[in-house]
């Protein structure tokens, strides 16, 4: 085939291949193979050390070299000095074989090799790998290969596109140690035993198992499914636990108690019963807060509520529980991408109702019972995307116990264009600390909410991809019939790193795909992709077609789950059919020196319709002291030729087709001494 200008002393060895799938059974933890993207094509003539460089992402162990070759071939693993640390022979009949070695310690950020000595017989490679690429926790830098087979050291060579070899390793993770003791376990269940499995030993693990049911687990609690279940039903035989005992209410506090059911109090609460003169009454109190010591929390300062009819000032709201110095710990925090957590506090009292209201806001709440849109709890638009502008809050809160004349909401407008220009809370990050004000409704108890709290948090700015070019030319002539390959890049920057990134494919007609992957790319590097040419494209599986021209852009999103605006578009025009697949092979198969050999011819070549067609014209290559014989020439279709040097002759073979597009193939032809002449002579 033309020369890959990615590996141009590869493909001058080439001496015969085919192209077919084997079934392969790969070794479980093996690293390339568990992301292949290519097809092996195998029966290749290599008179080259060919594998892989890799980089363990995490510190491990090499167990096992594998091969996919025909015969029996050695597999090395090298350090980055080029020392042999581990080798075996490995026996592959076209498919996937592992040897086990001694198990060999590999570093995370360490460099490594691991090839096989192809010997110029049996072996494969593998198209459009792309490297380089994460496998699994093992980052594959490149393809690797020096000549001749049986050498490598600093003087190899590598390459991105294709993966040669084949070889593999498998790697192993060394086993955390889960637990040293059964107190590790502890998962603070009273309805479990807790048990630790080979304590102190990598891989063990804790065992939590329900006790039998009916297990006491105290306080009118016993074990139900691993749970611990109130046995009190609230009924007035079995109003609740005194003593580790549910009691009666009537023979408790009396029969004049007139117990009526259950309190009516939030889910973050606990009912408590006490009887007055001959009647039971009960008070909430509130369960949500663990009473410790205050802590630090992202979010601070105050908010003010008004009267939603009047305007007047009734109350306000504390972020945090620093502001009063109270020992209950309770706080209002920012997770990364801009969600608010927690509770704050509020003292109001409201001229509409006939108590004071004091009690928590919850900034992550259930919202099946919420009184409209948005389906989001607060947060902060970290990217614009959300609440259509970025630092603005929007989503709800809500108050967690209320009565019923009060619903709870607290809601964070997201409609850019309401009417009332400043019902929105916005982050200013322009100032330190950043600066959380503006309007919140909480309808006709809360009001207006005026916010003027302050916070650490600042907004990231969005990843920014640029510069998305074509990386070398269009390659028209790959190792598959009518098969073309492009690959492309882009420049990624960022405050973290790219996670993943989005391609858009695009002719003159419209958007054809967009397909959306994972990789991983620090900011201020490139990321790359690359695109398959096949006369009837799939686009989602990367892939275009002849005659036409397409447009790309990328966009990127990065670990914070943020999107990058589109990149530049890269317009990529696509000739008109695919290009000649020059072929050849000779007999006899094995000649002597000065013994004709004819070439056979098996080229093909493609008309507008990608339809196979003779080719125009044919142009050999042969090495100068070789000769063409019986009146051919270096345009015959099939020539005849004779060489006069033993050992590898190059022969090159060019295929044009009727529109000037060409391809070439070039192979290598062992010529051997002839036998030598005998007379054959009577005994004496």
């Known amino acids: 085939m033309k020369m890959n200008k990615y590996i141009p002393i590869i493909l001058l060895v080439v001496l015969s291949f085919s192209f077919g799938i084997n079934k392969s059974f790969a070794d479980d933890n093996q690293v390339w193979e568990s992301c292949r993207a290519g097809i092996p094509s195998c029966s290749i003539r290599w008179n080259y050390t060919m594998g892989y460089k890799f980089t363990p992402q995490t510190d491990g162990q090499i167990t096992k070299l594998c091969g996919y070759f025909s015969g029996t071939k050695p597999v090395r693993l090298y350090n980055s000095s080029y020392s042999i640390i581990a080798s075996t022979n490995v026996s592959s009949s076209n498919n996937w074989s592992c040897s086990n070695i001694s198990p060999v310690d590999v570093s995370n950020g360490s460099v490594y090799y691991v090839v096989t000595n192809v010997g110029g017989i049996g072996g494969c490679y593998t198209s459009n790998e792309n490297?380089?690429?994460?496998?699994?926790?093992?980052?594959?830098?490149?393809?690797?290969?020096?000549?001749?087979?049986?050498?490598?050291?600093?003087?190899?060579?590598?390459?991105?596109?294709?993966?040669?070899?084949?070889?593999?390793?498998?790697?192993?993770?060394?086993?955390?140690?889960?637990?040293n003791s059964n107190i590790d376990c502890d998962d603070s269940n009273p309805c479990t035993d807790d048990i630790c499995n080979n304590p102190g030993q990598p891989g063990s693990t804790c065992s939590?198992?329900?006790?039998?049911?009916?297990?006491?687990?105290?306080?009118?609690?016993?074990?139900?499914?691993?749970?611990?279940?109130?046995?009190?039903?609230?009924?007035?035989?079995?109003?609740?636990?005194?003593?580790?005992?549910?009691?009666?209410?009537?023979?408790?506090?009396?029969?004049?108690?007139?117990?009526?059911?259950?309190c009516n109090c939030g889910s973050l609460q606990t009912p408590n019963w006490t009887c007055n003169s001959g009647s039971c009454s009960c008070t909430c109190s509130d369960n949500l807060i663990n009473c410790s010591t205050c802590?630090?929390?992202?979010?601070?300062?105050?908010?003010?509520?008004?009267?939603?009819?009047?305007?007047?000032?009734?109350?306000?709201?504390?972020?945090?529980?620093?502001?009063?110095?109270?020992?209950i710990n309770y706080g209002v925090d920012i997770e990364t991408n801009g969600n608010l957590i927690g509770y704050a506090y509020f003292?109001?009292?409201?001229?509409?109702?006939?108590?004071?209201?004091?009690?928590?806001?919850?900034?992550?709440?259930?919202?099946?019972?919420?009184?409209?849109?948005?389906?989001?709890?607060?947060?902060?638009?970290?990217?614009?995307?959300?609440?259509?502008?970025?630092?603005?809050?929007?989503?709800?809160?809500?108050?967690?116990?209320?009565?019923?004349?009060?619903d709870g909401?607290?809601?964070?407008?997201?409609?850019?264009?309401?009417?009332?220009?400043?019902?929105?809370?916005?982050?200013?990050?322009?100032?330190?600390?950043?600066?959380?004000?503006?309007?919140?409704?909480?309808?006709?108890?809360l009001g207006w909410v005026k916010i003027n709290a302050r916070t650490n948090f600042t907004l990231t700015n969005?990843?920014?991809?640029?510069?998305?070019?074509?990386?070398?030319?269009?390659?028209?002539?790959?190792?598959?019939?009518?098969r073309g390959y492009l690959s492309f890049s882009w420049l990624y920057n960022g405050d973290y790193p790219q996670e993943e990134y989005e391609l858009e494919i695009s002719n003159n007609l419209g958007v054809l795909a967009n397909i959306t992957d994972s990789q991983t790319v620090s900011p201020n590097n490139r990321g790359s992709s690359g695109l398959t040419i096949i006369p009837e494209p799939v686009y989602d599986n990367y892939e275009i077609g002849y005659n036409d021209t397409y447009?790309?852009?990328?966009?990127?999103?990065?670990?914070?789950?943020?999107?990058?605006?589109?990149?530049?578009?890269?317009?990529?025009?696509?000739?008109?059919?695919?290009?000649?697949?020059?072929?050849?092979?000779?007999?006899?198969?094995?000649?002597?020196?000065?013994?004709?050999?004819?070439?056979?011819?098996?080229?093909?070549?493609?008309?507008?319709?990608?339809?196979?067609?003779?080719?125009?014209s044919y142009n050999w290559t042969i090495p100068g002291d070789a000769i063409y014989v019986d009146s051919t020439s270096s345009s015959s279709y099939e020539p005849h030729i004779q060489f006069t040097s033993t050992g590898d002759n190059n022969v090159v073979l060019l295929a044009r087709d009727s529109t000037g597009y060409s391809c070439t193939k070039e192979d290598i032809v062992g010529i051997k001494l002839p036998f030598p002449d005998w007379i054959e002579i009577n005994p004496e």
């Open 131 to 179: 490297f380089p690429k994460t496998c699994g926790d093992i980052l594959i830098n490149a393809t690797v290969y020096q000549s001749p087979s049986g050498s490598f050291n600093s003087s190899h060579l590598e390459t991105g596109l294709n993966m040669y070899g084949l070889v593999d390793v498998v790697f192993l993770k060394p086993l955390p140690i889960g637990c």
């Open 208 to 262: 939590n198992n329900n006790k039998i049911n009916g297990t006491d687990c105290g306080n009118c609690q016993e074990c139900q499914s691993g749970i611990c279940t109130n046995m009190c039903s609230g009924a007035e035989s079995s109003c609740e636990c005194v003593d580790d005992a549910c009691v009666d209410c009537s023979d408790y506090y009396g029969t004049g108690c007139g117990y009526s059911g259950k």
């Open 551 to 616: 447009y790309l852009r990328v966009k990127a999103k990065d670990e914070l789950d943020v999107w990058s605006d589109w990149s530049n578009t890269l317009n990529i025009p696509i000739d008109s059919h695919a290009y000649p697949y020059p072929d050849f092979e000779w007999t006899p198969t094995s000649p002597a020196v000065e013994e004709t050999v004819y070439m056979v011819n098996n080229s093909i070549c493609y008309n507008m319709s990608n339809n196979p067609v003779n080719c125009a």
């Open 462 to 482: 969005p990843p920014v991809v640029s510069d998305l070019r074509q990386e070398g030319n269009t390659d028209y002539c790959t190792s598959v019939q009518k």
């Open 295 to 327: 802590e630090d929390h992202d979010v601070w300062n105050w908010a003010w509520t008004g009267d939603a009819n009047d305007k007047e000032g009734i109350g306000w709201i504390s972020f945090s529980c620093v502001n009063q110095g109270e020992p």
């Open 347 to 406: 003292d109001m009292n409201d001229t509409n109702t006939a108590s004071e209201e004091v009690g928590w806001i919850d900034f992550d709440p259930d919202l099946s019972e919420r009184p409209g849109g948005p389906n989001y709890t607060a947060r902060i638009d970290t990217d614009g995307s959300l609440c259509g502008e970025i630092g603005r809050v929007c989503g709800w809160a809500r108050a967690v116990n209320t009565d019923s004349s009060w």
């Open 409 to 445: 909401w607290l809601r964070f407008n997201e409609n850019i264009n309401h009417s009332i220009s400043n019902y929105k809370v916005v982050l200013d990050d322009s100032v330190s600390p950043s600066v959380i004000s503006g309007y919140a409704w909480g309808g006709n108890v």
